[in-house]
């Protein structure tokens, strides 16, 4: 077994059958592999110095471009419905239309307030947004070893990238699928793009993604990284997958279903970073 996951907070519901997993990717070798990982609080750490980190949509709510009476808006939003996500008492198919909702009310928000596209460098530069521990290790190896890299975010694709190109890692092994803005003429945005990805319809966006996929089908072996029951089908559109080895993040959902019921393979508490 691979010493990180010997740290006794780390959870396997069947260490063995991690083993075996590791095992036989291993054994196909890296050019079998591909990642796929979830950004807001996967990638980027959850809390520094006990202060919660900012998701993408919370580097631009936080932000100068944003007006007080719009920042009130998009508080109460979040104050509404980030405990609703967080709900483990609660089923998917009840909080389905209210994340939408949330997504929804918030990205009209945004657009209302014109923001321009050469500010939102500063505006991350200038936030507290963090990239997991050893980060660096993780994009670089991948990239040495060209391993495709996909990011599947229900956040922001603008703000996403220019996170990973200001930490020096957005290299060209690494692909995004996320919300993305669009901006008019003059570089104000003035709607998002395409489908919204939310959640809980990523397995929808793996499936709309064919081509990708379709690129990938000589790496039916995939390590899959998230920290919600929506993650857990980012790997959807994988063509003739053999082994999947899933690991979640427990951050603050550590009661959730998709952990507790062991539907990651490895789990890791907030404890244990
Ligand atoms: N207005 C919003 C909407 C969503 N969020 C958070 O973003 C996270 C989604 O991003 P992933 O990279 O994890 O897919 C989600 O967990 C929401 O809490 C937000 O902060 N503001």
Redesign the pocket.
Known sequence: MIPELSNPSVCMRDPQRVQEILQSMVKAGSNTVQVIS?????LTRFAYNGKRCP????IL?NSNLISNDCKIE?KE??NTY?PI?IDSSRSIEEKLPLMVE??TK?HELLVQQKIRKDLLAMVVQESDAMLREGYKLLFDHLYEHSIPLLIF???IGDILEEVIRQAGVFHPNVKVFSNYMDFDESGELRAFKGELIH?YNKREGALLNTGHFQELRTRPNVLLLG??LG?LTMADGVHDMENILKIGFLNDKVNTISHSHGLYNVSIPLTSL
């Open positions: 979830d950004f807001d609080m996967t998701t993408c949509h919370n709510d998009l939003l979040l980030y996500e949330w997504w918030a975010s229900a956040g959640i920290d919600s993650d």
